[in-house]
């Protein structure tokens, strides 16, 4: 998932995470630094 800032990673993570009680449990990874430039996200077509 991408988000914005740290505030739109929480709201998310709460609405998605802890308000259903159907997760158990979830890892978060953070990268830092720059991984990839641009703006294109790469996404999969389900047609």
Request: glycine residues 4%.
């Amino acid at each position: 998932m991408l988000v914005k800032n740290m505030e739109q990673y929480t709201h998310l993570t709460r609405e998605l995470f802890f308000e259903g009680n159907n997760v158990n449990r979830f890892k978060t990874l953070v990268s830092m630094s720059t991984v990839k430039s641009g703006l294109f996200v790469p996404t999969i077509s389900r047609d």
